[in-house]
């Protein structure tokens, strides 16, 4: 998967919060988040228990949009997401990283971006044996709050040959 990544927020919280951010340093050549998304997180407060690992995730860039954002995508995502989708088509990036569905449709049918998701980072982290079991790193993910839809944690499970 090496390449450029712009990250949401969702999935940059759900690999901090079991310690795992830095699987997207391995994995990728290149992380970044617009501002709206670093803000976001920051925002997060101190009920964010990984917001430590990300602090110290010095390796993520964290840069800005140079034009505004397209209409249609303000009207029909939130911030941070109509923020990385946007940021793809002006600066360009190999994959966006987003898990909200509406989002991901979005991103791959009307703009055919690569698009992944967290479930599919910790496959390929199991993949590259940066991980042991891909069923507790998201079982953790859903243990700290992050929702994940049970038919995603099959396919999962599926791919990474745990099911």
């Known amino acids: 998967m090496k390449g450029r990544l712009v990250s949401n927020t969702g ?14 340093k391995i994995i990728f050549k290149e992380v970044i988040v617009p501002d709206v ?6 925002q997060g407060g ?10 110290k995730a010095s390796w993520i860039k964290k840069e ?32 966006v990283l987003i898990d ?9 049918e009307v703009y055919g971006l690569n698009v992944v998701g967290s479930a599919g980072i910790i496959v390929e982290a199991k993949r590259r044996n940066l991980i042991p079991n891909v069923g507790e790193a998201l079982d953790e993910m859903r243990n700290a709050g992050y929702w994940i839809h049970d038919d995603i944690m099959k396919a999962a499970l599926r791919q ?3 099911s």
């Open 11 to 24: 999935p940059i919280v759900a690999l901090a919060v079991i310690n795992k951010l830095g699987i997207l």
């Open 37 to 42: 998304v670093h803000q976001e997180i920051i």
């Open 46 to 55: 101190k009920d964010f228990s990984g917001l430590a690992h990300y602090r």
């Open 64 to 95: 800005s949009l140079k034009t505004p954002l397209e209409p249609l995508l303000e009207t029909l995502l939130d911030k941070g997401e109509a923020s990385v989708i946007h940021f793809v088509r002006e600066k360009g990036a190999d994959f």
């Open 100 to 108: 909200e569905r509406k989002a991901r449709k979005i991103a791959r």
């Open 160 to 162: 990474a040959e745990e």
